[in-house]
């Protein structure tokens, strides 16, 4: 659909062939993109690997965004096998349990700053290590949901953290818009993901989101494989700081 030849990208967020990740993984494969892929842990790899070699991804390795020292070694393999990176695709978002099941009101100190280090402020660190291996543009994404914008039920924290995480990517587009580097945050639709699978609640929200939908329909990770790669390709040379919603429509609806 759109021409990625030529262009590398690392994905970060594959658990399974479920994740929203691994449907824009393969749209940028799809497009003659190069990938490097990561994996949360020893645990996750068996279930991501094979994953990995579907896409042909010429680097592989472990990234525990916690830990700075596995952070660091990803952009310095990258650096080292490549010598710059196109874009980048952060996908990936926690919330100790206690704290995501209960009262925004009631969350702990230490389980919402976790939640905003994983799920926010990685992809602020990662964007400070891409942009040395952007120096001729490139483009960051992550993933957002509607419950930044409003109160969407038994989300809790995840919201205000999400809403931090848009907010950051339009300050990212702006500071590094000058180098050529765009930045924007997708917002899907559910979609029956792992993470999602914590949400108290979840299916009945997708069952909501399909019948409220102007299309009628859920969206899946293809769809929002699609609109990733259009927006890391040269098509989309001229857009930056949104943050672009594929719901069937769900956004736009009071």
């Known amino acids: ?21 691994w449907g824009c993984a393969k749209a940028f494969r799809a497009a003659g993109a190069e990938l490097a892929v990561t994996w949360l842990n020893a645990k996750a790899e068996p279930h991501v690997r094979p994953l990995a ?11 525990d965004v916690e830990d700075d020292t596995q952070m660091g070694a990803v952009f310095a393999t990258l650096r080292e096998r490549w010598g710059h990176l196109d874009f980048l695709l952060h996908s990936i978002a926690f919330a100790p349990k206690d704290d995501l099941h209960g009262r925004v009101t009631d969350s702990s100190r230490t389980g919402f700053a976790r939640a905003m280090d994983i799920s926010c402020h990685s992809f602020v660190r990662m964007a400070h290590l891409a942009e040395p291996l ?20 038994n989300y809790g924290i995840m919201g205000p953290v999400k809403a931090a995480l848009q907010s950051a990517s339009r300050y990212l587009a702006a500071e590094l818009g000058p180098k050529g580097i765009r930045v924007h945050a997708v917002s899907p639709g559910p979609l029956a993901t792992r993470a999602a699978s914590g949400i108290k609640g979840f299916d009945g929200l997708m069952e909501s989101a399909a019948q409220r939908a102007p ?22 040379r001229s857009l930056t700081g949104g943050t672009l919603h594929v719901d069937g429509g769900v956004n736009i609806l009071g």
């Open 1 to 21: 659909m759109f021409d990625l030849k030529g262009k590398r990208g690392l994905v970060v967020g594959i658990a399974n062939d479920k994740s929203i990740a």
């Open 53 to 63: 070699e579907q896409l042909n991804a010429s680097v592989t390795l472990p990234l």
């Open 134 to 153: 952007m120096s001729d543009g490139g483009c960051l994404l992550t993933m957002s949901y509607q419950g930044a914008d409003e109160v969407i039920a």
């Open 215 to 236: 299309l009628h329909r859920l969206v899946n990770i293809d769809d929002v494989g699609a609109l990733c790669a259009f927006l890391v390709s040269d098509g989309a």
